[in-house]
Nanobody, 124 residues
């Protein structure tokens, strides 16, 4: 089981930026793909972005393409989500997930472990 801790959330104005971090406590971290999902109040959890720890395969939800960038530093066991040009619609709790699968990464059911989430609030 991978222990995941998200950080970097907060309150930001529309058009601003935040960088989320997801730190993994796992010796075999390089074998896991990582994903970011978000959940707004009263809404279902939705896919945001995913990346393979061992390769360069990257996937984004359409609404964040060109604004968000997912990256990782395997030496630090950490995945990042750089969020630019934030919109009020981006307001949600953001969760980091880990999976040994390399496909189907847009579906939350494939992830084995989740962090506690970090709140992102975008306002005027």
């Amino acid at each position: 089981q991978v222990q995941l801790v998200e950080s970097g959330g907060g309150l930001v104005q529309a058009g601003g930026s935040l960088r989320l971090s997801c730190a993994a406590s796992e010796r075999t971290f390089s074998s896991y793909a990582m994903g970011w999902f978000r959940q707004a109040p009263g809404k279902e959890r939705e896919f945001v972005a995913a990346i393979s720890w061992s390769g360069g395969s990257i996937y984004y939800e359409d609404s964040v393409k060109g604004r968000f960038t997912i990256s990782r530093d395997n030496a630090k066991n950490t995945v990042y989500l750089q969020m630019n040009s934030l919109r009020p619609e981006d307001t949600a709790v953001y969760y980091c997930g880990a999976t040994k699968r390399s496909y189907g990464l847009a579906y939350f059911a494939v992830y084995d472990d989740w962090g506690q989430g970090t709140q992102v609030t975008v306002s005027s």
